[in-house]
Nanobody, 128 residues
């Protein structure tokens, strides 16, 4: 059974930075495309960023472009989301997710239903 555990969330002032981590276990991480999603109170879960199984291709939501960077370390079974220039509207629970079909089709994957495994989430709060 694949397990994903996020960490690195917290409270930060607007303009600050956070680095989220998502550690995977129980599966073949190197074969997974990985994604970050977020859900703010009263809103639907939304796509933030995704990285291909090799780590060579990345895609971002418009809200994340230029501020967030997703990266994948297959040696450490970990995916990261570096978030800079944070805004109050970035406040949400952030989830990482894994797609185990990426070795057959390299995506990209933007929809939450395309992901097979999910972490429990980590809270990010940005104060103004």
């Amino acid at each position: 059974q694949v397990q994903l555990v996020e960490s690195g969330g917290g409270l930060v002032q607007a303009g600050g930075s956070l680095r989220l981590s998502c550690a995977a276990s129980g599966g073949t991480f190197s074969r997974y495309a990985m994604g970050w999603f977020r859900q703010a109170p009263g809103k639907e879960r939304e796509f933030v960023a995704t990285v291909s199984w090799s780590g060579g291709s990345t895609y971002y939501a418009d809200s994340a472009k230029g501020r967030f960077t997703i990266s994948k370390d297959n040696a450490k079974n970990t995916v990261y989301l570096q978030m800079n220039s944070l805004k109050p509207e970035d406040t949400a629970v952030y989830y990482c997710a894994a797609n185990n079909k990426a070795i057959y089709y390299d995506g990209p994957y933007f929809r939450d239903y395309e992901y097979d495994y999910w972490g429990q989430g980590t809270q990010v709060t940005v104060s103004s």
